[in-house]
């Protein structure tokens, strides 16, 4: 299984962007799939994730409201939009999927078994 992530840049504050995350390999369909981010000179940390079977979506505190995780079965195509974007989430962004992920660990990057490589993105203030 391939996850290849793409979509970051450079916005301000305030502005909005897509990620995209196309996985080859599998059938999305039976994958619970997550981004997580990087911030500069921090760890990885969990920002969103869609359970397989689509009904049950978590989001990290900070971005909940902001930012939207979502998928396209017939692509095998991972999305977050991210509106209203801020400085904090300056980060390098990555997806993940996983066949078997539970719920007490969904926010664990060790729950997931199939990374794409990161796709920066820059918001500046």
């Known amino acids: 299984v391939q996850l290849q992530a793409s979509g970051g840049g450079l916005v301000q504050a305030g502005g909005s962007l897509t990620l995209s995350c196309e996985v080859s390999?599998?059938?999305?369909?039976?994958?619970?799939v997550a981004w997580f981010h990087q911030p500069p000179g921090k760890e990885r940390s969990f920002v969103a994730s869609?359970?397989?079977?689509?009904?049950?979506?978590y989001y990290s505190d900070p971005v909940k409201g902001r930012f939207t995780i979502s998928k396209e079965n017939a692509k095998n195509t991972v999305y977050l939009r991210m509106n209203n974007l801020e400085p904090e989430d300056t980060a390098v962004y990555y997806c993940?999927?996983?066949?078997?992920?539970?719920?007490?660990?969904?926010?664990?990057?060790?729950?997931?078994?199939?990374w794409g490589q990161g796709t920066l993105v820059t918001v500046s203030s």
């Open positions: 993940a999927g996983s066949a078997r992920v539970i719920l007490s660990s969904h926010r664990s990057h060790s729950a997931y078994t199939y």
């Open positions: 390999g599998r059938t999305l369909s039976g994958y619970t």
């Open positions: 869609l359970f397989r079977g689509g009904s049950n979506i």
